[in-house]
C-alpha cells in the first residue's frame, strides 16, 4: 500500500502550447498560465504538500520571479525543454541544446540542482535517454503506459513503477532512471492532463486508490494554463477549453484533500533507488543531490 503522491507540474505557457502554436488566431495577453502557477503554489502550501515543477526554462528567462517563488517554497524544479518543441521533430544537436540550455538556466535561476526531465507531449526521440545522459539529468518522466490515443501518444509502454531507464531502452545509458506517469488499471488512459477534465476528480482518485492499493505511487500531472480563465482564440480545439479555470482548481483541491502525502518525483525516485539499487546506478544521493560536473 503507498501513502504518497506526485502531482507534477508540466510548466508552460498558453501561448506554448501545441494547441495554440498551430491555432489561426492569436492573442494579445501575455504570460497566460502564470496566474496557475501561483494559484498552485498557495493551494499546495494550505494542504502541506510539494510538488515537482517540469519548467520550459523561456519561462524562467522571461518570468524568473514567478519560477523562483515555486523553488523557494520547496518545489522540485525539473526540466521541460527550452522552448517547448516535440523533441522527434529536432536534429539531434538541437534536442541536446534543449535540455542542456533548459538546465542551465533553470539550476542558474533557482540556484537549485535540476535532476529530472518530462519531454513534451511524451515524445521521445530515439536517442532520448543518451541526449538526458549527456546533459546531466538523473531521471526522466517521459513514459505514460497510456493505450494508444491517435494523434496523440500511448500503446508503446507498459511500465508502472520506478524502473532503470534500460527497462524502456535497453541501449540507454546506466544510472538513469525512469519514473512513469499513473494510467487507470483496466482502462489505461492518464489520471491527469485532459483526462481529469473529462472524467472528472472522481475518476482520478479512484485511479490513485486503485494504484495506491498495489503499492504504487501515482504520478499525476497538470498544467498551470488549465487553472486559468483562457481568452478565446480562433482555431484551439474545444475540448482545451473544457472544464478549465474555476472547474479545474475545485477538482485539484479536493484530490488534494485525499489522504494522500504529495511530495516530489525526485523523492520517489530516489526512494525506489534505495529500495532497490536496480532501479538506478547514481544512488539516492546522487539523485537528490547536485549533479556531478561534467
Given at each position: 500500500m503507498s501513502d504518497r503522491a506526485v502531482l507534477s507540474i508540466d510548466f508552460e505557457l498558453f501561448e506554448q502550447?501545441?494547441?495554440?502554436?498551430?491555432?489561426?488566431?492569436?492573442?494579445?495577453?501575455?504570460?497566460?498560465?502564470?496566474?496557475?502557477?501561483?494559484?498552485?503554489?498557495?493551494?499546495?502550501?494550505?494542504?502541506?504538500?510539494?510538488a515537482t515543477c517540469f519548467v520550459v526554462s523561456s519561462v524562467a528567462e522571461s518570468h524568473p520571479d514567478a519560477v523562483r517563488a515555486l523553488a523557494d517554497a520547496g518545489f522540485e524544479i525539473g526540466s521541460h525543454t527550452h522552448s517547448h518543441r516535440l523533441l522527434s521533430e529536432l536534429s539531434a544537436a538541437d534536442r541536446r541544446e534543449e535540455l542542456?540550455?533548459?538546465?542551465?538556466?533553470?539550476?542558474?535561476?533557482?540556484?537549485?540542482?535540476?535532476?529530472?526531465?518530462?519531454?513534451?507531449?511524451?515524445?521521445?526521440?530515439?536517442?532520448?535517454?543518451?541526449?538526458?545522459?549527456?546533459?546531466?539529468?538523473?531521471?526522466?518522466?517521459?513514459?505514460?503506459?497510456?493505450?494508444?490515443?491517435?494523434?496523440?501518444?500511448?500503446?508503446?509502454?507498459?511500465?508502472?513503477?520506478?524502473?532503470?531507464?534500460?527497462?524502456?531502452?535497453?541501449?540507454?545509458?546506466?544510472?538513469?532512471?525512469?519514473?512513469?506517469?499513473?494510467?487507470?488499471?483496466?482502462?489505461?488512459?492518464?489520471?491527469?492532463?485532459?483526462?481529469?477534465?473529462?472524467?472528472?476528480?472522481?475518476?482520478?482518485?479512484?485511479?490513485?486508490?486503485?494504484?495506491?492499493?498495489?503499492?504504487?505511487?501515482?504520478?499525476?500531472?497538470?498544467?498551470?494554463?488549465?487553472?486559468?480563465?483562457?481568452?478565446?482564440?480562433?482555431?484551439?480545439?474545444?475540448?482545451v477549453y473544457y472544464h478549465t479555470g474555476e472547474w479545474m482548481r475545485r477538482a485539484v483541491e479536493r484530490i488534494l484533500a485525499q489522504d494522500f502525502a504529495f511530495t516530489t518525483a525526485r523523492e520517489v525516485v530516489a526512494d525506489a533507488i534505495a529500495t532497490d539499487p536496480s532501479t538506478g546506478t547514481a544512488g539516492a544521493g546522487r539523485i537528490e543531490g547536485r549533479p556531478e560536473e561534467e
Open positions: 502550447t501545441p494547441a495554440y502554436r498551430s491555432a489561426d488566431g492569436t492573442m494579445d495577453e501575455d504570460g497566460v498560465g502564470l496566474d496557475g502557477g501561483e494559484f498552485l503554489r498557495r493551494t499546495l502550501a494550505t494542504h502541506d504538500a510539494t542542456a540550455r533548459s538546465r542551465e538556466v533553470l539550476t542558474e535561476v533557482t540556484d537549485e540542482p535540476v535532476t529530472g526531465f518530462r519531454a513534451p507531449a511524451f515524445d521521445l526521440a530515439s536517442d532520448h535517454f543518451a541526449v538526458l545522459a549527456e546533459t546531466g539529468y538523473r531521471y526522466d518522466s517521459s513514459v505514460v503506459a497510456s493505450r494508444t490515443i491517435p494523434g496523440w501518444y500511448g500503446g508503446e509502454f507498459d511500465l508502472h513503477r520506478p524502473a532503470p531507464a534500460t527497462a524502456v531502452d535497453p541501449d540507454a545509458p546506466t544510472g538513469l532512471a525512469e519514473l512513469p506517469v499513473s494510467v487507470m488499471p483496466g482502462l489505461r488512459l492518464p489520471l491527469t492532463g485532459t483526462w481529469l477534465r473529462f472524467f472528472g476528480p472522481r475518476y482520478t482518485i479512484l485511479g490513485m486508490k486503485l494504484l495506491a492499493r498495489r503499492g504504487i505511487t501515482p504520478v499525476l500531472y497538470v498544467h498551470p494554463w488549465e487553472f486559468v480563465d483562457l481568452p478565446a482564440v480562433e482555431g484551439v480545439p474545444r475540448r
